[in-house]
Each structure stands twice: as structure tokens, then as C-alpha cells.
């Protein structure tokens, strides 16, 4: 077996034992290579199961973790998904391949710029990227089917939970950055919002306004 076919193998075996077993969930990320996601001098740890540094001081998430929110939030092919923190747009492409359409916000420019481009160099003709604060969600572009947020805040934020379609589902980190955070997932009824919470989890926090970083 080669290097590279070797590794992918450890890799989905590393995701399937940490409780990834959702076969449409494991065959997208057989499909995305996570190391086009990963700065050039990580390259080599790209399919080790653990989150490494990005741009902008922020982290591109444990392929694990991202497996398992993806799993949570049980994303169906007719699908409008929204992301909060495209950082590397590891999480978005996973997303493009199981939804119609996915649209990610970022607060760094930087990143939207950098995600935009793998994404137009990968042929992810289904995703749009924005740079805005995303904790807003995107009012033009709601109601969602789906909402996904890859950092920490301390409480839902109300517009998300405003944008999710009646039956949508979303699922998000919450609790301070320096302390344990719980993943928790949201399902919209008729009535409310029913709330189950999945696991400990750790995250960089959701931060308000625009980065700095031009
Ligand atoms: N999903 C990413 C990892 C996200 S790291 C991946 O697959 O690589 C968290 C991201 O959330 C960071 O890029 C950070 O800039 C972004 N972020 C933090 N607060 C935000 C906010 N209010 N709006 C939009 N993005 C935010």
C-alpha cells in the first residue's frame, strides 16, 4: 500500500472509532483531502486526528470533532446550510458535498479570501463565502435548513436560532473559551426550540465585529 493510501486508511479508522460511523458522513470525508486545508509546514500531521494552527491564530478543527458535528446535525441532500467561522473551509467543503447549498462566514478577511480560493481551485461551485460577523447569521440568505457553528459562544446567539427554519436543526460549542464547552444541538419545532447536549468540546471563542487583518 502507498504512503498516502495508508494514511487515509488510518484516518478514516481514527474517525470511525471516535464514533463517526454515518456513511454518507465518512464517504465525504473520504472524498475532501484535508491536507489542501492545512498550512505547508503541517502538512504532514494533515490526517493525524487533531486540530492544527491556521491563519490568523485560529485552528482548523479535529477531524473527529468535525465528523462528529457534521454527523449531529444529520444534513439532508435538499439541504441550505449556514456556517459560522470558515477558518480553513475544512468544514464547509465536508458540508458542500452533503447539502444544496452552503453558505460560510468568517470575521478575518483573510481567511474568506484564502477559503474562496479553495474552493474555486476545488471546483465547490455550491458554497459562498462571506466575511462578516457571523453571530448576525446572514439575514438575507435565511431562513436555514441547517446551522453550524465552529466557535465557542456562551449562549445561542438569537439571530441563528431566528434564521433556522421551523424542523432545522443546528448544532454549536457553548461556554467560555477557557473553560470546558459543551456541543450542543437545537432542533426548531412548531413551538420552540428542544436542546440535547452531545459532548465536552473545546473551541476558539466566537468573537464580535470584523478581525483586523485586512
Ligand atoms: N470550521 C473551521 C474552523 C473554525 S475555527 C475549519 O473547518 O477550519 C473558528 C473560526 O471562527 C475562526 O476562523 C474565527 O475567525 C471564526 N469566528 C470567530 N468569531 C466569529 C464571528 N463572530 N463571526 C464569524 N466568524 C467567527
Do not use: W
Request: charged share 25%; net charge neutral; hydrophobic share 40%.
Amino acid at each position: 500500500m502507498t504512503d498516502t493510501a495508508e494514511r487515509k486508511m488510518q484516518f478514516l479508522f481514527a474517525l470511525r472509532s471516535k464514533g463517526v460511523t454515518d456513511k454518507r458522513v465518512l464517504s465525504a470525508m473520504e472524498r475532501i483531502d484535508r491536507g489542501a486545508f492545512v498550512r505547508h509546514y503541517f502538512l504532514d500531521r494533515a490526517y493525524e486526528d487533531t486540530p492544527l494552527p491556521i491563519a490568523c491564530g485560529q485552528t482548523i478543527s479535529q477531524p473527529s470533532v468535525v465528523g462528529l458535528m457534521t454527523q449531529a446535525l444529520k444534513v439532508q441532500p435538499r439541504d441550505t446550510v449556514l456556517e459560522v467561522g470558515t477558518g480553513s473551509g475544512y468544514q464547509a467543503a465536508i458540508l458542500s458535498q452533503l447539502a444544496r447549498r452552503v453558505y460560510t462566514v468568517d470575521r478575518h478577511a483573510r481567511l474568506v479570501r484564502e477559503a474562496q480560493a479553495l474552493f474555486s481551485e476545488l471546483d465547490m461551485a455550491n458554497i459562498t463565502v462571506f466575511a462578516a460577523d457571523g453571530s448576525h447569521g446572514l439575514p438575507d440568505q435565511a431562513p436555514f435548513d441547517r446551522i453550524l457553528v465552529t466557535a465557542a459562544a456562551e449562549d445561542p446567539p438569537g439571530p441563528l436560532l431566528a434564521q433556522l427554519k421551523i424542523g432545522g436543526i443546528m448544532v454549536l460549542p457553548v461556554g467560555q473559551s477557557d473553560a470546558v464547552q459543551h456541543l450542543i444541538r437545537v432542533m426548531r419545532t412548531e413551538n420552540g426550540f428542544d436542546y440535547d447536549e452531545l459532548r465536552p468540546v473545546r473551541f476558539v471563542p466566537l468573537v464580535e465585529g470584523l478581525g483586523r487583518d485586512g
